[in-house]
């Protein structure tokens, strides 16, 4: 790994479990309810008709007032547990979630289900790997190519037919990554629109990248060494989602990035292109949903609809692992939860849940609604 400069503020076969004593202690169910996080009986005092404006100025203050750690942890806390986004209907399996800046963690928690991993436990991500292996790219050749590009923001028309859809998930288990991309295709309707399809990475890392040669440990091997060690394992080749990995050491991938340590860090957003059929130039195929315009930049999402993105950087995958980067590149977030079968609505349910989370976390404000306020952030 080539450390940079650092910058202010900040599919599909799981491998070995770590034992499960290692949740995290959750606050007690008998913390209040309390919007903004705060006591409910701190300040409470009547207010005569002559102290209104003073009153009201006051109100202003503390609202504007920066929340405090404290306060983030009470609301995303009570958000995860309490959220119906969040609750067993949404997400039976149950998650792991965690929240932090460029230096460490700040808050983590369960909310247990029917196959809860633990933070530490070594679980198939499956889309959150693409994440990975754009960072790796950038990485490996010390810049962003143009000619990268197309590959990594999925409109080069370079795609899997649909003869060999399952390729999508999983390459065969002996299969190099040349051999694995030997199916993919050059679809005409696709060039230069946005098609979510492992196509294109598994084109990339063959004719690109030169790593056609390479089965599963090579890959690791490959990966890690230009990464750094951050406990990733390839069980097969699918460079788009074979990546298995522990919450945890996600975790950490996320910080490097926030510390500026990979060439991504400098274009997290760039070259973004419309990756929704609600945006007005639509997408070929997309998972996003069709209600909410979502971007596509170098392997990561950008959540960027005008009513309920808050232009977050995330990594969704079909079996609800959700990392993310906030718009301003201060916090990072996991939820990491396996969905008893893979699918493209998976990776949304968790999203939504684990947004919720963020908005909870930035404001200081448990969020009770399913339905995020509408995006305040700015812009990248």
């Known amino acids: 790994m080539r450390l940079r400069p650092t910058f202010c503020l900040l599919v599909m076969v799981a491998a070995g479990c770590s034992p499960a004593d290692d949740k995290d202690d959750l606050p007690g169910s008998d913390v209040p309810e309390v919007e903004d996080g705060s006591d409910p009986g701190d300040g409470v005092r009547d207010v005569g008709d002559g102290d209104h404006d003073e009153a009201d100025a006051a109100t202003d203050e503390a609202t504007d007032a920066e929340p405090t750690t404290a306060d983030r942890v009470a609301a995303a806390t009570q958000t995860a547990q309490g959220n119906a986004a969040c609750g067993s209907e949404a997400l039976p399996e149950g998650f792991y979630w965690e929240i932090g800046d460029r230096e460490g963690m700040l808050a983590s928690g369960s909310v247990t289900g029917s196959n809860t991993p633990t933070a530490s436990q070594v679980i198939a991500v499956a889309s959150a790997s693409k994440w990975v292996y754009s960072t790796y790219v950038l990485e490996a050749v010390g810049s962003l190519r143009e000619s990268d590009i197309p590959f990594l923001n999925f409109t080069s028309g370079m795609v899997f037919p649909l003869s060999v859809g399952a390729k999508e998930a999983v390459c065969g288990a002996t299969e190099t990554v040349g051999e694995c991309a030997a199916d993919v295709v050059e679809q005409e309707s696709s060039v230069g629109k946005f098609h979510y399809s492992a196509g294109h990475f598994q084109f990339h890392a063959t004719n690109a990248m030169g790593l056609g040669d390479l089965g599963g440990a090579a890959l690791t091997s490959e990966i890690s060494s230009v990464l750094g060690d951050l406990d990733f394992t390839?069980?097969?080749?699918?460079?788009?989602?074979?990546?298995?990995?522990s919450a945890r050491a996600y975790a950490?991938?996320?910080r490097r990035l926030l510390r500026g340590e990979y060439v991504m860090a400098d274009h997290l957003g760039d070259d973004k292109v419309c990756a929704s059929s609600a945006c007005a130039s639509g997408a070929v195929l997309s998972p996003a949903p069709p209600n909410e315009a979502w971007n596509y930049s170098l392997g990561h999402w950008v959540e960027d609809d005008p009513t309920l993105g808050d232009h977050a950087f995330s990594s969704a995958?079909?079996?609800?692992f959700y990392p993310w980067i906030d718009s301003?590149?201060?916090?990072y977030g996991v939820v990491a939860r396996r969905a008893a079968a893979?699918?493209?609505?998976?990776?949304?349910?968790?999203?939504r849940c684990g947004r919720l989370i963020?908005?909870?976390w930035v404001t200081g404000r448990v969020v009770s609604a399913t339905i995020p306020e509408r995006a305040s952030a700015p812009r990248p």
């Open 358 to 360: 963020r908005q909870a």
């Open 234 to 245: 390839y069980l097969q080749t699918n460079l788009a989602g074979a990546l298995n990995t």
């Open 342 to 351: 893979p699918g493209g609505n998976q990776g949304v349910v968790s999203l």
């Open 317 to 320: 995958g079909a079996l609800g």
């Open 252 to 254: 950490e991938f996320l």
């Open 328 to 331: 301003s590149k201060t916090w």
